[in-house]
């Protein structure tokens, strides 16, 4: 163990009996360069992103090692300016976070890298934070008031699950998906469209022009479980779109965003209600880009409220990967006991849900 890891223990340990903590955290997981300085995990003090949406859009999707390379130029400033936006210096800084996982490994080592040579250099704790854990505490910022125990629902790009969170970092797994992520077939869906990256956002602003009136053939495998399965809908919804341009017929893509999204909404609406109803649990959290939609926003929102559950989801802005919800995470992780990472942090591609 490192003399340094050894000095910054201390300081955390201090650091939990301090007042006003702000945590400078690094988000570099995938399209977007994100630095933020957040106090106590619910203030954000500033929080700037720097999207590389524009750059990915003519390939289609995220291009791996563009996005590493674009990190990589943006984040030195990424991080001035977000130091300015806070009218702040490294000195009122008293720990540097950073997503290690999951992620693009190229992206998350360029954060992961400049995170530690600035908590290196200042000599300031480091703390390293999972990106789905930081999904989760996004709704911190947004509901001062929220607490743990609660179910969550995590759907990004990556991800899609029910989770259990009985504490600020503990979680188990409810159920979760087999296949694709829910994001992803969201894209996926609007690629086959002609719609371009990312597609969630234009399957949602189509879907309120047209009517829920396809229904895709496929079968629903995990019908009555707690689990996902989203490849089917979409190979369904791609062998329709193949057909008719076969066909030489014209799509109507506005009801096939609204059909598509009124199936995949209802699955996740539906199992996360049950689940709830069978564990007794009366707090729902939404968590991930997806949860920008604004149809699941709706439904969910009359759901909870039929069954007398409180609803939770994120500002907007806080919804998709942003720094902000990384600093948040950090603070209640610190608070938990979590460790100084050494100087052989690495970043990871995948994380297992529950670390
Ligand atoms: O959480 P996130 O920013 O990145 C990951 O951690 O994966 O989620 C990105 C995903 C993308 O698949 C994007 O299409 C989806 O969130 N998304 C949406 C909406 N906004 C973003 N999906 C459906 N409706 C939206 N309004
Ligand atoms: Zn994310």
């Known amino acids: 163990m490192s003399t340094y890891k050894q000095n910054m223990d201390k300081v955390l340990q201090s650091l939990k009996q301090k007042p006003n903590v702000k945590i400078l955290a690094i988000e570099s997981s995938c399209d977007e360069t994100s630095v933020a300085i957040v106090e106590n995990g619910r203030k954000v003090l500033s929080c700037v992103i720097d999207t590389q949406i524009e750059i990915h859009k003519r390939f289609g999707g995220v291009v791996p090692e563009v996005a590493s390379r ?58 390293a934070i999972s990106h789905i854990k930081g999904h989760i505490a ?34 188990s797994l409810i159920g ?24 969630g ?17 496929h079968k629903n495998i995990l019908a009555g479980t707690y689990n996902f399965s989203f490849s089917g809908i979409k190979t369904a919804v791609i062998n329709y779109v193949h057909n008719k ?42 968590a991930g880009g997806v949860s920008a939609n604004s149809y699941l926003k709706a439904k969910l929102q009359i759901e909870c409220s039929k069954n007398n559950f409180e609803l939770f989801m994120p500002e ?11 600093g948040a995470c950090a603070y209640f992780e610190m608070l938990d006991g979590l460790a100084c990472s050494d100087f ?12």
Request: with cysteine; hydrophobic share 40%.
């Open 316 to 326: 907007l802005k806080y919804c998709t990967d942003n720094a902000a919800m990384i």
């Open 201 to 217: 956002v234009n399957i949602d602003h189509y879907a309120k022009k047209g009517q829920p009136n396809i229904s895709f053939a």
């Open 176 to 199: 979760s998906t087999v296949d694709d992520a829910v994001g992803e077939a969201f894209d996926k869906v609007a690629r086959i469209m002609g719609l371009s990256y990312p597609g």
């Open 70 to 127: 674009n990190h990589i130029l943006a984040i030195d400033n990424v991080c001035k300016k977000a130091l300015e936006d806070a009218n702040l210096t490294y000195d009122d800084i008293d720990a540097i976070a950073v997503t290690y996982g999951a992620g693009l490994l190229g992206a998350l080592l360029v954060g992961v890298n400049y995170a530690k040579g600035l908590a290196y250099s200042l000599n300031k704790p480091l703390l």
């Open 138 to 171: 996004s709704n911190y910022i947004s509901h001062k008031e929220l607490t743990p125990p609660f179910t969550c629902l995590l759907v990004s790009g990556g991800h899609t699950a029910i989770l259990d969170v009985q504490t600020y970092t503990k979680f």
């Open 344 to 355: 052989d942090l690495t970043a990871k591609s995948t994380v297992p849900l529950g670390q």
């Open 245 to 286: 341009k076969q066909k030489g017929e014209e799509i109507n893509i506005a009801d096939i965003s609204a059909s598509f999204q009124n199936f995949v909404v209802s699955e996740l609406a539906n199992k996360t209600l049950n689940a709830m109803k069978d564990s007794k649990s009366t707090k729902l959290v939404v």
